[in-house]
Structures are given as C-alpha cells and as structure tokens.
C-alpha cells in the first residue's frame, strides 16, 4: 500500500469518525433540551405543592400561635391560674386541630385539657426530658413561640408541642403548651393528600446533640440534594419534596441519545465507506479526472443515502436553507409534516416559502433573515395552522458559514410545544383563581374579627367594673389592629402589602377613640412615610403600636392638658425605622422595660421578636423607644426571609 493510499484511509477514518460525532452530539443536544424541559415542568409541579403546603402549615402555625397567647391570658400578673378549664373547652371548639392543652409551672405539668385520658401527664416533671427543657428554653431566648418535637409524647403518641413561655427563674420556667398529635399536623398541612405523587421527609436538629432526625422516611441514605424544601423557622424544620416517579425525563434522554448513538455509528461507517476511495496516483490525468467525477456522483448518491439513515424523533422538525430561501436539506419528521398539514410535498431546491401558509411565512421569514446575518438565537412562535388549530413552536436557529465566516445558509430546528404552553395558561389562570379566593378569604377573615369585635362591645357594655371593661377595650383594639391590614390587604391588586401610612391613619383614631377622656386629652404628632409592608411584618407592627399607645394612656399621663404622643416612621432603603415617645412620667425604678412581668409588656417584646427588630429605649421621666426592622418582600402569607 502506497503513502498516498495510506494518507486516503486515514482521511476517510477521520471524516466519517467527524461525521458521526456531529450526528451524535446534535441527537444528544437534542435529547438535553427535553430533559430540561421534563425536569423544568416537574419542578414548577413540586415548588406550587411545597408552597400549598407551607401556607397550610403557616396557617396551622398562626393557630397554635393564637391558641397560646389565648391560654396565656389564664395566668393572672400574680402567675396563678384562672378559668382554665372554662379558658380551654372554648378554645377547644374553635381551634378543632389543637388535641391537648396545658399549663407548666416551674417545669411541672400544673394543668391539663382534656384530663380524660391525660390524667397521668398531671404533675410531670419535664426535668425527666431534657429534650423538652432545652426546647423550652429555647423558646425563653426567643420569647415567642417554638415548636418543640415531633417526638413520643407521656401519653404514648407522635406530637408537637407549641411552647409559650411566660417567665423563667433560674432553671425553672413557666410556660403554656399547645399540643398537636403529628398525624393531626400532617392533616392540617395536607402533606397526606399529596404522598401518593411526592416522597416528603420532614428533618428537626436534635438541640440537645445537634444530631439530625428525620420523620416520615425510612430511608437513611437520604440525600436532600435532590430534594426541593422549605425551611419552618418556629420548629427549626425543614420539609423536603420530590416526585416518586421521575423516569420520564431520564427516558426521555436516553432514548434520544441512544438513537443519536446508533445513527451516528451508521453514519461513521457509511461516511468512511464513501470517503475510502483510493487515490490511484499511477492513473493518467484523464482516469484521475475520471475518477473523482465518478466519486462525486457517488458522494450525491451517499447523502441522499445519509439523509434516509438520518431520522429524528417524529416530535423534533430540523431543515435547512440558503440564501434564497431554497431546501438544502431536511429530515423525514419534518417532511411528513408538511406534506400532512399543508398538503405540499417538499425536496431538495424546494423554496421554502412554497411550504408555508401566509400566517407561518409572515412570522418565520424575519427570523430567517436574522440568522441570515450571522445571528444564533431561539424563539417561540405562535402559528394559525388553520381556522381551528393554534400551534406553538420553539425554534433554534443556526447560522451555516463557510471557512471564511460567510453565512451560507440556516440550520433551523422546531419543536411543538404547543401542550406545554397550554399548561402554563392554566397554571396561569389557576393562580388567578387562587389570587381571587385569596381576596375573599382577606374580606371574610376581616368580617369575622369585625363580628368578634362587635361581640365584645356588647360583653363591655354590660360591665361595670372599669378595670374588666379596660381589658375588654385593650382585646377590642388588638383585633382592630388585625382587622384592619386584612380590610386594606383586600383591597390591593397584588395582596400581599399594605400602605403603612394608610394603615396607621385608620388605626390610631380608632385605638384613641376608645382611650380618650374627658379628663385626659391626649395629642397625637405622626409623621410616616408612605411604604408598604407585607402582613407578616403590618400586623405586628400594628399590635406593637397598639400596645404602646394603650400604656401610655394608661400609666404615662396625670390628667394634664399638654398630653402628647409622637409617631415618626422613616424608610432607608429595606430598613424600616420607628420612633415612638410619650411626654408621660416614664417607668417606675421597680418596673424594667427589659424584664416584662405582665402581657402588655411581654407583647411588645414578642412582637419585636417577631418583627427580627433592634431597639433601644429610655424610660427616665419619659417614655421613648426606637426600634429598626429590615422589610421583607415575602408574599402575603409567607414567613420566607427575603
């Protein structure tokens, strides 16, 4: 064998190996392109299901919250109890999720609801469960609420506890809890509803150990990397979700790639076939010249062959043009397409404005004459196939250059996505539906505060004893504060934000109205700026301000004429700042700010805590505290931290 004819074989090794892996390497481009478009449908699935199932959690969450600081107001400021029973069999009736409620003191289990059944949990030291004491304390370092469990509850059940401190002495805290048997929780979240479709693992940090403890699973190789999740900051759980079945998208590529693999095999030796005519350098010029017309007939006959072997999913359309709009070359998917749908049956040469309709040409030939100036892009279109049909079709274009860099044609191909789209409305127009039950929901939640409210009025006028009718007023005022940011969040486009300004403009005269006298007039100077917060962050500021505005006309003022409160409100970036200071006489030397020993007191701390706010204050002759918080943009029933 001659140097010429060993440099001939190993040129056509070399093509057809090219050749080939061209082929492979579109199939599989091909192939990853639907995977992501399988796995990107799955996810969005799995993200709607986690962010159901956190709103249904946060609402049990705000129960149990609701539950707690209701129970607390069964411990008078002498920490003794009073009207639990009668307290809890209410809270019974209205809270159906709540399974047992209790009261500690110094540790000690005092109080039980219901005792049938729970006789034996009456005197229980939690000292016999540190898991129980470092989660109550816990909760004193945050002073709001904490989820302590899911773990074996006295009474030999799966539970969670809602844990409310009241007030710690050395090692000894007193505190009011709020139990939910875990499968009452999963209920309430409707994580069940979903398990036949989803894997859930739900994951606490043990805090005595640090160890990781993992529920509704019994899978130890859990790896939460393939998992999506939410984090549940009250418990310090993390709920992760994934699709039991996710073989579709991993089918989906390894077909695709498969038949890449075999097409471009086929390819390779049929390119190296044709490209390992030897060169006959013995030949005259006239057999050469011969012999290379006779190997480029050949090389035709070899690329129609090619162009037969060449077949794509019959869902995947790829062609290509030239400058003048005219077929290069095609394959069978895209061919039985057109000649199925618009009756034209295409080949080489074709012009490819011959095969479309006017709606399709209108749209595609500006994209043509884009890739025609050098541009590789991708675009959706939406075509009008007929009277009665819409289609929707991703594109990607692809410029051909010769050596030089001129472009010399176009390489366009065209998936139907036209269910895809069709899925994306509904899930559109779902969320609009939900948007609306989401506005009902505000204007029905704001009417049943408004009922409660108005029943409290009637309960106050039948009071003579001032003090009980101050604490009527105080409950009144709270859930005005409440009632409010859901009348204003009902009436916003977005619902989930409220005008700050607007807010406290409604809600300051209505707390003064009921605190207002003839002997002491009270002059309120407010200076806020217009800024919107969401529910999370507009309720507790509104029970914050509530709290401070009812003290001051409690304790701050003498009865004289020059009685003030000021109220300054100012936005630097997400930095919310918030001054409020009273001209009263400050705190007594026995009373701390800092050490709260009654519920006012301890609500403005909780509603601090849970406005994450810095703050600082002076009760010397005066009273006059600043706080700052960083606004969140979390939606309007979300405690996701921006």
């Known amino acids: 064998m001659t140097e010429t004819q060993n440099t001939g074989r190993r040129t056509s090794i070399i093509s057809g190996a090219v050749v080939g892996a061209i082929i492979i390497i579109t199939g599989c481009i091909i192939g990853v392109m639907q995977y992501r478009s399988v796995i990107q449908s799955e996810q969005v699935e799995t993200t709607e299901v986690l962010g159901l199932i956190q709103k249904n959690l946060q609402y049990a969450l705000r129960e149990i919250n609701s539950v707690a600081l209701l129970l607390a107001t069964t411990i008078n400021d002498d920490f003794e109890v009073v009207n639990f029973d009668s307290t809890a069999s209410r809270l019974f009736e209205q809270y159906p999720t709540v399974n047992v409620l209790e009261i500690i003191q110094d540790n000690i289990v005092t109080h039980v609801y219901p005792l049938e059944g729970n006789e034996r949990v009456v005197g229980y030291d939690l000292s016999n469960n540190p898991r129980v ?27 969670v506890i809602g844990l409310l401190p009241i ?23 409707q994580i069940n509803s979903f398990s036949d479709r989803y894997d859930f693992v739900l994951e606490k940090i043990n805090p005595i150990d640090q160890s990781t403890e993992l529920f509704l699973t019994d899978d130890e190789s859990f790896d939460a990397t393939t998992y999506s999740s939410i984090k549940i900051d009250e418990g310090n759980w993390t ?21 890449s693999v075999v097409m471009g095999v086929i390819v390779a030796v049929l390119s190296y076939k044709l490209f390992k005519k030897p060169f006959d350098l013995e030949r005259s010029l006239q057999n050469r010249t011969e012999e290379l017309y006779q190997s480029k007939e050949s090389f035709r006959k070899y690329s129609e062959l090619l162009n037969s072997v060449l077949q794509s999913p ?103 996505i036209t269910k895809r789209v069709i899925a994306e409305k509904s899930v559109e127009q779902s969320l609009k539906e939900k948007t609306t039950l989401l506005a009902e929901i505000h204007h029905r939640v704001k009417n049943n505060l408004a009922i409660v409210s108005g029943l409290l009025q009637l309960q106050k006028a039948e009071v003579d004893d001032k003090k ?75 029970l914050l301000l509530n709290e401070l505005i009812t003290n001051s006309f409690k304790y701050a003022f003498n009865g004289g004429a020059q009685n003030r409160i000021i ?61 700052r918080f960083s606004s969140h943009e979390a939606g309007s029933h979300s405690n996701i931290e921006s």
């Open 167 to 189: 007030k710690q002495e050395g090692n000894k805290i007193s505190a009011v809890a709020v139990i939910l048997y875990f499968e009452s929780l999963l209920e309430e979240a």
């Open 239 to 259: 709920l992760y979700s994934k699709q039991k079945d996710q073989t579709t998208a991993n089918n989906v590529l390894i077909i695709i790639c498969a038949l």
């Open 567 to 627: 109220i300054e409100l100012t936005v630097e970036g997400d930095l919310v700042n918030v001054c409020y200071a009273d001209n009263g006489r400050g705190f007594p030397e026995k009373v701390d700010f800092n050490t709260p020993k009654n519920l006012g007191l301890n609500l403005i701390h909780a509603q601090l805590q849970q406005l994450d706010a810095c703050f600082d204050v002076d009760t010397h002759q005066k009273f006059e505290l600043n706080f």
């Open 314 to 416: 019959e869902y995947v359309y790829i062609y290509s043009i030239d400058q003048g709009f005219n077929y290069l070359a095609f394959n069978q998917s895209h061919k039985n397409y057109i000649q199925k749908h618009l009756g034209i049956e295409i080949n080489e040469g074709t012009n490819v404005q011959q095969a479309l309709n006017d709606d399709i040409k209108e749209k595609l030939l500006p994209l043509y004459k884009k890739a025609f100036k050098g541009a590789e892009f991708e675009e959706i279109v939406k075509t009008q196939e007929d009277r009665k049909t819409i289609k929707y079709w991703q594109y990607w274009f692809s410029p051909i250059k010769d050596k030089d860099g001129n472009v010399e044609g176009v390489t366009v191909f065209s998936v139907d």
């Open 133 to 159: 004491i470092e989660e109550l304390f816990l909760a004193e370092e945050r002073g709001s609420l904490y989820l302590s469990g899911p773990f074996m509850l006295v009474e030999q059940k799966l539970g």
């Open 468 to 542: 009980l009718s101050a604490i009527f007023d105080q409950s009144i005022n709270r859930i005005i504060s409440i009632a409010m940011v859901h009348e204003l969040m009902y009436n916003t486009k977005d619902l989930s934000s409220i005008n700050v300004h607007e807010y406290l403009d409604k809600l300051i005269p209505a707390i003064s109205a009921t605190m207002q006298s003839k002997q002491q007039e009270v002059r309120f100077d407010i200076k806020v700026q217009d800024y919107r917060l969401n529910i999370n962050q507009a309720i507790p500021l509104g």
